[in-house]
């Protein structure tokens, strides 16, 4: 039974983002202007740069957040990057036409190579890296099923992919817990609580305004052809109205798109600083990893080097961070049973947004535009959905975005409460301890 002692915590531990040590959301209460062109909701990566695009063409951009700018799930991420890998490896490929697939995997490559140019153009402090990310093999078995995704991986999205090994892993992840595993050249990550300061001072520097603690309670549309946006702070009277809020979409404001997205809870934790060569042993070259479990784990170096962090879900039911810390611990010690004499200094969680399909979607809903659905993939997808969105508006699309679809089923049983979430998390548990018993 996991200790549940406070000696694994550092004397300062936190219970949030070990993210915003190094940028912290803000608080701007400067009162709400009557009227704007678009008003954006939600200050994470796609409403950002959603606002970026829509002030760089001289829009007059609002953006709203229901609490402290930056604190939603972009900086709660473990900021990790990719193209069109997730597509393929969470099962989005069932059941969609070849066609539209094809569609979707160009637009998850382009929002690699988006958020790649957007950082560079803009020398953006966002600590990207792109160095790779590890898939291991939970069992023997899944070792061949990582080799054969790894193909198709390949085939469809045009990465580098490595067929690793289990004696050859060494050179990776420190680590025998893996039977071998795939490498992903074509990954890698960024700091997400300086990505999105990033993006804040720049949609600022544009000309865009951002407002938090402005929760907007309703959208309706008004005879001047436009919206009226009702909020705990004000109204504001605009054309245009952005909803991008992913895992943090509120039933009140927006309910039938509440009805369509399921909040998941994520946890992660941070270790204090470890010996650098502790550090180079645990994962060589400062690749992402990740494995083949149904109830997965990621973990990763922070940016600067100096500490791993791991993200798990705690178990069956949510709990609070601290509790769950305890038991997320536990899971990265099987990995790396040599961090037990080293504490955590953070722990945290956010949501990510899960739909039906395992896919994104776009399109008008509650009286306004929407982009949603990350599914656990949203630093580059939905930094990329904003830009595009505010493309829509602007008329300057070069080509329709595949996740813009006509249809986005409601979830059967489902009013925005994800009350089913325990039953998914503890099948996916009893199937991982099923496939390791008989391995």
């Not at 991420?77 to 094809?102: C, E, H, R, Y």
């Not at 927006?254 to 998941?264: D, G, S, Y």
Request: hydrophobic content about 40%; overall charge positive.
């Amino acid at each position: 039974m996991a200790s549940q002692s406070d000696d694994i915590f550092t004397s300062d531990f936190k219970t949030t983002p070990y993210w915003w040590e190094a940028a912290p959301p803000e608080t701007v209460l400067d009162p709400l202007p009557s009227q704007a062109d678009v008003v954006v909701i939600g200050s994470g990566f796609a409403g950002l740069n959603a606002a970026i695009e829509l002030a760089r063409h001289g829009k007059n951009v609002v953006v709203l957040e229901a609490n402290e700018l930056g604190s939603g799930g972009s900086t709660r991420t473990g900021g990790m990057i990719s193209s069109g890998q997730k597509l393929v490896v969470g099962g989005a490929i069932k059941g969609i036409s070849p066609d539209l697939f094809g569609k979707m995997i160009a637009d998850s490559i382009a929002s690699f190579a988006f958020i790649q140019e957007l950082v560079q153009r803009e020398a953006l402090d966002a600590d990207l890296f792109i160095g790779g990310r590890y898939f291991g093999a939970h069992t023997k078995k899944q070792l061949s099923s990582l080799y054969e995704m790894g193909d198709i991986l390949h085939r469809v999205t045009g990465v580098t992919v490595h067929k690793v090994k289990r004696d050859e892993q060494a050179a990776i992840i420190g680590s025998t817990f893996y039977h071998g595993g795939i490498l992903v050249d074509e990954y890698g990550g960024v700091h997400p609580g300086k990505y999105n300061k990033a993006l804040r001072d720049l949609a600022r520097k544009l000309g865009a305004t951002l407002l938090s603690h402005a929760r907007v309670m309703s959208i309706t549309p008004h005879t001047g052809g436009g919206k009226t946006v009702n909020t705990v702070r004000g109204v504001i009277e605009a054309q245009e109205v952005l909803v991008l809020t992913n895992g943090y979409t509120d039933t009140l404001a927006t309910p039938n798109l509440a009805k369509r997205i399921v909040p998941v809870k994520s946890y992660q934790i941070a270790t204090e600083p470890l010996p650098p060569e502790l550090m180079a042993k645990l994962i060589p070259g400062g690749r992402m990893i990740t494995d083949s479990r149904r109830d997965l784990i990621y973990s990763r170096p922070s940016p600067d080097g100096t500490r791993l962090l791991f993200g798990s879900r705690p178990g069956i039911m949510d709990c609070d961070d601290k509790t769950a810390a305890f038991k997320i611990r536990q899971r990265m010690l099987a990995i790396w049973p040599e961090l037990a004499g080293y504490r955590i200094s953070h722990a945290w969680s956010g949501f990510v947004a899960m739909t039906h399909d395992k896919t994104a979607y776009a399109g008008l809903m509650d009286n306004a535009r929407f982009a949603v659905g990350c599914n656990g993939n949203g630093v580059a997808l939905m930094s990329w959905l904003g830009y595009r969105t505010a493309q829509k508006v602007l008329g300057t699309e070069e080509r329709p975005l595949s996740f813009d679809r006509p249809t986005f089923r409601r979830i059967p049983l489902y009013d925005g409460r994800p009350w089913f979430v325990p039953f998914v998390s503890g099948w996916y548990r009893l199937r991982d301890a099923v496939d390791k018993r008989l391995d």
